[in-house]
């Protein structure tokens, strides 16, 4: 799996889900979603803040560094979408990350 920090412009489903993808001038169109989770940002090398009662608090901006994770099969363009994986050139897996700090997706991951 080769990794890249590319923004893209996703555009969602009727379930929310990521339904296509720009990725370098190219649409992508999603087949399946395979795996879809939330990463937190690194909140054990950040400071604690304590309350008076001296338990330990998240900052509301951690909740911000929060990042959704979509795992998706893809393949380029519409006709594509038609293809079998196993015939498609097109074809990849591809980690899509929102990032709720900014409101951006990018594309971290990518075996094609």
């Known amino acids: 799996m080769r ?6 412009e996703v ?14 001038g190219r649409l992508w169109q999603v087949r399946e979603v395979v795996a879809h989770w939330v ?9 604690a803040a304590r309350d008076e009662g001296g338990a330990v608090a998240l900052a509301g901006s951690d909740l911000l ?5 979509w795992r998706v099969t893809a393949a380029r ?5 038609a293809r079998t994986a196993g015939s ?4 990849g897996v591809f980690d ?5 700090a ?6 971290v991951r990518a075996m094609d």
């Open 39 to 47: 990463e937190t940002g690194a909140w054990w090398s950040r400071p």
């Open 11 to 24: 555009r969602k489903g009727a379930t929310e889900d990521p339904e296509q993808f720009l990725w370098r």
């Open 96 to 100: 899509l990350v929102f990032s709720w």
């Open 3 to 8: 990794r890249y920090d590319d923004p893209v």
């Open 88 to 91: 498609d050139p097109g074809f």
């Open 65 to 69: 560094r929060e990042q959704e994770v």
């Open 77 to 81: 363009g519409r006709v594509a979408a």
């Open 102 to 107: 900014d409101g951006s997706w990018q594309l």
